[in-house]
Nanobody
Framework: QVQLVESGGGLVQPGGSLRLSCAASGSIVSFNTMGWYRQAPGKQRELVAVVRNSDNPNYGDFVKGRFTISRDNAKNTAFLQMNSLKSEDTAVYYC??????????????WGQGTQVTVSS
């Protein structure tokens, strides 16, 4: 099994910054993808950012250069640096990974979610 532990959410004023972290542990051989999704009340979950092994990161259209996803492969940790936050960024942010397990199978896992609230 794989566990994802997220941290870094909270309350921030418009224009502020937050850095989310997602630490993965378990029987992981390698990561195919590490990414972040978000879900605001009454809305569908949407992609924020995803990084694959050999490709450039992909971002949701709404990011517009404000967020940066990165990985620390040695620590099995993904980060999401969010700058210039807006009230519409308020949502629960979920870490997602697609991994190769020790069994050889591929599986998807989600974190428990961390609340990000942008408000003055």
């Amino acid at each position: 099994q794989v566990q994802l532990v997220e941290s870094g959410g909270g309350l921030v004023q418009p224009g502020g910054s937050l850095r989310l972290s997602c630490a993965a542990s378990g029987s992981i051989v390698s990561f195919n993808t590490m990414g972040w999704y978000r879900q605001a009340p009454g809305k569908q979950r949407e992609l924020v950012a995803v990084v694959r092994n050999s490709d450039n990161p992909n971002y949701g259209d709404f990011v517009k250069g404000r967020f940066t996803i990165s990985r620390d492969n040695a620590k099995n940790t993904a980060f999401l640096q969010m700058n210039s936050l807006k009230s519409e960024d308020t949502a629960v942010y979920y870490c997602h990974v697609n991994v190769v397990l020790a069994s050889g199978s591929w599986s998807d896992y989600w974190g428990q979610g961390t609340q990000v609230t942008v408000s003055s």
